[in-house]
């Protein structure tokens, strides 16, 4: 029996605790990837887990994952795709796997504080999701696409004037970022690449020291890059793009309109290659 495919796509435009967070084109991120994934990449409607605002909390985001990585580990899935559009957001380090290092993270619906940083039981440490990555066989392709922002040094604030805003969040205190403070970020792409994860397949939609864009775009509000990366793969040339030739594509889409430049982190070879 043939591998079958499974993806998760979540977007979260509002936070339970964090009101004056909100975000307004993570949704339509998600929905749009869903979309692509049924109408170009061969993905069955019930090969997709659609998870949206209260919907996806950090234990049912990390729930569906283990899922789909436990799928893969016994040979029922071949391909996994994971689409996360949300805040990003940096905490310290306690894990030891490198001196003076703060860790990316994620921000789920349930995002809280505790104290004067974040509850660590209601954001999604970079951490998390590197363990579960290290666990999908080498015969499963896992592609990940995250629309948030790896840092906050990029924030502008031509951003808000032009019906745009990043995607970040910054520490909760004044404390907290000072822990952060000129500390080198690692995040899961520098975490994965060290483990060799030969099928995997991580977009950024910007570089580890740059803010990802929640803009207005056409009428709507959308990622920029999810949007770009959506418009590139529709186009009917896609279907004979390699994943570099439409990260180039990408990357020209945004040029001189956004300061944002995606990254494709993978090996040669799927650099090189179609899609599944």
């Known amino acids: 029996m043939k591998a079958k495919k499974r993806a998760l796509c979540v977007g979260i ?51 569906a994952l283990r899922e789909m990585v436990t799928g893969a580990v016994v040979g029922r ?7 996360f559009s949300s805040h990003g957001t940096q905490v310290p380090d306690l894990d030891g796997d490198e001196d003076d290092s703060a860790d990316e993270a994620f921000c789920p619906y349930d995002t ?74 690692r995040g899961w792409r520098e975490k994965c690449l060290e483990r060799a994860c030969r099928s995997q397949v991580l977009w950024a939609a910007c570089r580890a020291d740059q803010t990802s864009a929640d803009a207005r775009i056409d009428g709507d509000w ?24 439409i990260l180039r594509k990408v990357r020209a889409l945004l040029h001189g309109r ?3 430049i995606p990254q494709l982190e993978c090996s040669p070879t799927l650099r090189n290659a179609g899609w599944s």
């Not at 899935?77 to 689409?83: D, I, P, Q, R």
């Not at 952060?180 to 970020?185: A, F, I, R, S, T």
């Not at 959308?222 to 030739?245: I, P, V």
Request: hydrophobic share 40%; aromatic share 10%.
């Open 77 to 83: 899935y071949g391909y996994l795709v994971f689409s």
């Open 222 to 245: 959308h990622g920029a890059f999810t949007y770009e990366f959506c418009k590139a793969m529709a186009s009917d040339a896609s279907s004979s793009l390699t994943r570099s030739q």
């Open 13 to 63: 435009n509002i936070f339970e605790h964090l009101p004056e967070a909100s975000l307004k084109g993570c949704v339509n991120d998600a929905h749009a990837m869903a979309g692509l994934l049924k109408e170009r990449m061969g993905f069955a409607e019930d090969e997709i887990l659609l998870l949206t605002d209260a919907a996806a909390t950090r234990d049912a985001v990390l729930t």
């Open 112 to 185: 809280a504080v505790r104290g004067d940083g974040w509850d660590r039981d209601h954001i999604i440490l970079d951490d998390e999701l590197c363990d579960l990555t290290a666990l999908v066989p080498r015969n499963c392709l896992f592609e990940v696409f995250l629309d948030t922002c790896h840092s906050g040094t990029g924030l502008r604030a031509m951003d808000f004037i032009m019906d745009r805003r990043p995607r970040f969040l910054p520490p909760p205190s004044l404390a907290a970022f000072r822990r952060l403070e000129n500390v080198p970020v």
């Open 258 to 260: 956004y300061t944002q």
